[in-house]
């Protein structure tokens, strides 16, 4: 009888769950014994997990160990917790200054993924959460994420994006998208004037790792009746300086801009 999708899928994290604690590697019969599964099952799956880097095969013992892309995803994953550490006091002071809900944002293509949310009581409620993620043209994190891609990338992106009019101050298309992206780079903070939502307003900001990349973005968002056109500068000076905080405590000892 052929496996279902949730039997394939719970023996594949048997396998890797094996190997994990096995440093020195198996062979595809020591597996199979270990976990009761048939050699042609267990070397279906290994094949499948060589293929995109979670297992590698040792050359010269022809045993099977955690490949590299654990390595990767494990990485990504503690620099996030690092971040978010990192940041939290600093969006929390942020907050207490403006009054404001603050995010911390990563670039995922052509979308902004909220990785943290500091909120206060009085704020204007709105529909956003860790997780979430809004399109990287109408939002300001996303003009500062992308505005720190290298050219070859931020094409590819531009590329992707569908330009979707939510309001209309929405950037229309890779023309506008890229003389947006350039304001950014001069002045070193991004706006979102009501481009994603009607009435909403959001200065954002960029936080570099240790090597000057910009690896996540910081922002204020709140009511147009506030965060006002006549208070940019003065709100963008706070979240550049939240932001510079932060890249700070990753490791970043450059000037803004590098």
């Known amino acids: 009888m052929a496996e279902n999708g949730v039997q394939t899928l719970d023996r594949t994290f048997d396998i890797i769950e094996l190997l994990a604690v096995t440093p020195n590697g198996m062979g595809v019969t020591e597996i199979g014994q270990k976990l009761g599964l048939h050699k042609s099952t267990v070397y279906r799956l290994i094949n499948a997990l060589v293929r995109r880097g979670y297992l590698e095969k040792d ?3 022809g045993l099977y160990k955690i490949g590299p892309k654990f390595i990767e995803i494990s990485g990504l994953y503690v620099r996030q917790i690092e971040l978010k550490t990192e940041a939290a006091p600093f969006m929390r002071h942020l907050t207490e200054l403006t009054g404001q809900v603050t995010h911390l944002a990563i670039l995922d293509e052509t979308e902004v993924v909220y990785i943290e949310k500091i909120e206060v009581m009085q704020s204007l409620r709105m529909y956003s959460q860790i997780g979430k993620r809004v399109p990287v043209h109408c939002s300001a994190l996303g003009k500062v994420l992308l505005s720190g891609q290298n050219s070859d990338y931020q094409e590819q992106v531009l590329g992707k994006i569908k330009y ?4 209309e101050n929405t950037v229309k298309d890779a023309d506008e998208f890229k003389r947006e992206l350039e304001m950014v780079r ?3 903070w991004a706006i979102d004037n009501e481009e994603h ?3 909403i307003r959001c200065i954002a900001a960029p936080v570099r790792d240790f090597t000057g990349k910009i690896i996540a973005a910081l922002s204020i968002t709140g009511s147009k009746n506030i965060i006002s056109p006549d208070k940019d500068e003065y709100y963008g000076k706070l979240v550049v300086e939240a ?5 700070r405590r990753l490791g970043f000892t450059g000037k803004t801009g590098e």
Request: no cysteine; aromatic share 6%.
């Open 59 to 61: 050359q010269n013992t």
């Open 186 to 188: 001069q002045k070193g």
């Open 197 to 199: 939502e009607i009435g």
């Open 164 to 167: 979707i009019r939510y309001t």
């Open 243 to 247: 932001a510079d905080n932060i890249s």
